[in-house]
């Protein structure tokens, strides 16, 4: 092993493969979409999610004016579609008008949700927080919708059948490899 | 696709996969090791990082205590360690010694970081606030530990050298897949 030690993270790609979402937003008359790898869920009960949106982004501010978004997970199928709302900014053009984007109807707000994901949250802005060069955008999540034939009796994705998009970073993508999953039951290890 | 709506985010396991990795911490005279899921970037400039973890955990109160904490990536064939620490409580039992992990020296802090890690962060806390059932602890990078021969020249990792531990939930574990891996340059799809 060739180990590096350095102050500060270097270019801090070493947490990658993240999976790619599409973050979709509803304010004044317009949608729009964009992509993001940094988010994460808070908390079960309730259930919380956290994204961190650069304040550079337009999304970031129809965020603020909405008070909900959506949070979408598409298939490695559709992984353009990931690169396509990345590339473009809803200053300048209409992404669910230019990329051919179809919506799902939401339950509880008004975030567009994707038809092409695999599950979607709704979620209501609970806070906004600046952390250094990006908002951490927490929402709480008031309607979840899913395809129930690709997740397991056990609730957790069925990768026969749903290929997540996982994105390593330098614009490259890639998935969970199904033939290489392994039960590591904490319970038995942690009693080793 | 069989479309489930409801209100509320159901089982809440939809946005797996995501990364496994290890927190330790130094407080007092003990070092102590904890797995964790819901971790996230959250900003380039300065380097934050932020991981969710119950107040249940003795590991809350230790970074508490000291102020710092460690963040580790473990490769898949490492997923044993990650289920073991995850199965067992620094409470009862001292980790380190019971599952017999080796140790690399950290340079900024006092967390202990892992040898088995192809990668591992330094943090000093910079806050730690509640959401719901768990505190989300952010830290400031302020070192990194990286075996460079298992990043690509563009930092990206080099899957054909290492396979990242990814969780499943329901103790389920993969490595992506390093024969899907797709380049989708949003510039060029952003134009589309």
Redesign the interface.
Same mark, same amino acid.
């Given at each position: 092993?060739?180990?590096?030690?350095?102050?500060?993270?270097?270019?801090?790609?070493?947490?990658?493969?993240?999976?790619a979402i599409i973050i979709t937003v509803h304010a004044g008359d317009r949608d729009n979409a964009m992509?993001a790898a940094?988010?994460?869920?808070?908390?079960?009960?309730?259930?919380?999610?956290?994204v961190?949106i650069s304040p550079k982004r337009f999304t970031h501010d129809l965020i603020v004016e909405a008070g909900e978004f959506g949070?979408n997970?598409v298939p490695?199928e559709k992984?353009?579609l990931?690169?396509?709302?990345?590339?473009?900014s809803g200053r300048e053009v209409d992404k669910f008008h230019?990329?051919d984007i179809a919506r799902?109807k939401p339950?509880?707000t008004s975030a567009p949700l994707l038809r092409d994901a695999? !599950?979607s949250?709704e979620c209501k802005l609970?806070e906004h927080k600046t $952390? @250094?060069?990006?908002v951490?955008f927490?929402g709480e999540?008031?309607?979840?919708?899913?395809?129930?034939?690709v997740?397991?009796p056990?609730?957790?994705?069925d990768?026969e059948r749903v290929?997540?998009a996982?994105y390593?970073?330098?614009?490259?993508?890639?998935?969970? !490899?199904?033939d290489?999953?392994?039960?590591?039951?904490?319970?038995? $290890? @942690?009693?080793?």
């Amino acid at each position: 092993m060739a180990r590096v030690s350095m102050e500060g993270a270097g270019e801090y790609f070493h947490h990658y493969p993240r999976v790619a979402i599409i973050i979709t937003v509803h304010a004044g008359d317009r949608d729009n979409a964009m992509a993001a790898a940094w988010h994460c869920p808070l908390s079960f009960t309730p259930p919380l999610y956290g994204v961190a949106i650069s304040p550079k982004r337009f999304t970031h501010d129809l965020i603020v004016e909405a008070g909900e978004f959506g949070i979408n997970f598409v298939p490695v199928e559709k992984a353009e579609l990931i690169a396509s709302v990345g590339g473009s900014s809803g200053r300048e053009v209409d992404k669910f008008h230019r990329f051919d984007i179809a919506r799902e109807k939401p339950l509880k707000t008004s975030a567009p949700l994707l038809r092409d994901a695999y !599950a979607s949250y709704e979620c209501k802005l609970v806070e906004h927080k600046t $952390y @250094g060069d990006h908002v951490w955008f927490v929402g709480e999540v008031v309607a979840s919708h899913f395809d129930e034939d690709v997740f397991t009796p056990e609730q957790t994705l069925d990768l026969e059948r749903v290929a997540p998009a996982l994105y390593l970073g330098a614009e490259l993508y890639t998935m969970p !490899a199904k033939d290489a999953i392994r039960h590591l039951d904490r319970k038995v $290890y @942690g009693k080793r």
